[in-house]
Structures are given as C-alpha cells and as structure tokens.
C-alpha cells in the first residue's frame, strides 16, 4: 500500500495569510494526486486534482504543486470560508489512499 | 449537475450485513469508477472499494474479505454490502464518482453498529 502523510497535522492562521500543505507519498505516485477540502458535517470536495489541476469553480487562491512523492497544497490568501480539514488522496494504484489530514483553524 | 445519494439503514446489528445504496443522477453509470469510502467519527478517510460497470471490482485488502459491490445500470444504481460488521465500521459511509479523482460525492450517511 502507498503511505499518504501530511503536515502540519494542524495549524492556525489569520485571515489574508498565506497558507502551504504539504503531503509525501511512501513511494513515487507521478502525478496521481488529488486535494481536498472538507467542512464539519460535509462531504469532502475536490480542489485539485492531477497534482496541480484547479478544479472547475474552485478559486484561484488555491494552488497545487509537486510529482513523484513531495506535493504543496497552496492557499494564497486565506478566506474565512477556507477554515477546514485539508485532505491529499493518490490514485496511483489500488489500495487508494488518503492523507490523516490538515486542520486550518483560525488564530 | 451530477447528484450521488447514498440510502440504507442506519443502524445494523453486531455479526449482521451492512447494505447501502448510491442512486445516481445526471449521469449515465456506464462510465468512470464508483467508489465506497467511509470515515469513522473525528477520523480520517478510507477508501472501502470501487466498481466499474464491465463488472470489475477493487477493494481495499484490509476489508476484502467482507466487501461486496454491485451494480445495477438499469436504475443507475450501485451497491455496497459489508457483512459481519462490528462497532469498529460504525461510520458516514460516502458514494463517489471517479474518473481519476473523486470529482463527486454523496452527502453521505451514517450507520452505526449496535444491538
């Protein structure tokens, strides 16, 4: 099975910072990864996908980056809306698998 | 506009089966993967399988010998069956579509194992 990590596993930060993600695969995924975004008591929702893809009528604040196993989920400026568990998800091969997560709260 | 809903009961009893079903609209389920994934309360997310129309199926190794998925094309619907649950698979069980990534989702539903 590929191993997702990511860190931070939680971090505080204002509104108008600049925020970074970063998730490591056990082995080399390519391109084959996706971020998420979810919210309490919400499906999770794409944000990302194919590393560095913005997904349609996602906001341009959001950016992604890397191949192989190092990747960096960017949020330029954070938003209030942007408060949430950040999740990274390889589908490079089966099992797939997700990241533990980053919590964005606010400071 | 793509719509996933996943339906079944919420409550399942210790040893028993667990179904759900995710109806699909706005989409014709002959085409990508569709996915099962749950996440235990304040956890994490884990991928529980996925079919493809053809009839092909991945599952997770760590729940395979329990996972059943199916489909059935004529009500654009797929299935899920996880027998012999415990409290350990009382979750929010979510349907998702995906072409590479899970582009859709179910709003999801919790089930929750107890006698």
């Known amino acids: 099975d590929i191993q997702m990590t990511q860190s931070p596993s939680s971090l505080s930060a204002s509104v108008g910072d600049r925020v970074t993600i970063t998730c490591r695969a056990s082995?080399?995924?390519?391109?084959?990864l996706h971020w998420y975004q979810q919210k309490p008591g919400k499906a999770p929702k794409l944000l990302i996908y194919?590393?560095?893809s913005l997904q349609s009528g996602v906001p341009s604040r959001f950016s992604g980056s890397g191949s192989g196993t190092d990747f960096t989920l960017t949020i330029s400026s954070l938003q209030p809306e942007d408060f949430a568990t950040y999740y990274c998800?390889?589908?490079?091969?089966?099992?797939?698998?997700f990241g533990p997560g980053t919590k964005v709260d606010i400071k | 506009q793509v719509q996933l809903q996943e339906s079944g009961p919420g409550l399942v009893k210790p040893s028993e089966t667990l179904s759900l079903t995710c109806t699909v609209s706005?989409?014709?389920?002959?085409?990508?993967?569709w996915s099962w994934i749950r996440q235990p309360a304040g956890k994490g997310l884990e991928w529980i399988g996925r079919?493809?129309?053809?009839?092909?199926?991945n599952y997770n190794p760590s729940l395979k010998s329990r996972v059943t998925m199916s489909v059935d094309t004529s009500k654009n619907q797929f299935s899920l069956k996880l027998s012999s649950v415990t409290a350990a698979d009382t979750a929010v069980y979510y349907c998702?579509?995906?072409?590479?990534?899970?582009?859709?989702w179910g709003q999801g539903t919790l089930v929750t194992v107890s006698s």
């Open positions: 194919a590393a560095s």
């Open positions: 706005g989409d014709s389920i002959s085409s990508y993967y």
């Open positions: 998702a579509r995906q072409p590479g990534s899970f582009d859709y």
């Open positions: 082995q080399s995924i390519s391109s084959y």
């Open positions: 079919l493809y129309t053809s009839g092909s199926t």
């Open positions: 998800q390889q589908s490079y091969s089966t099992p797939l698998t």
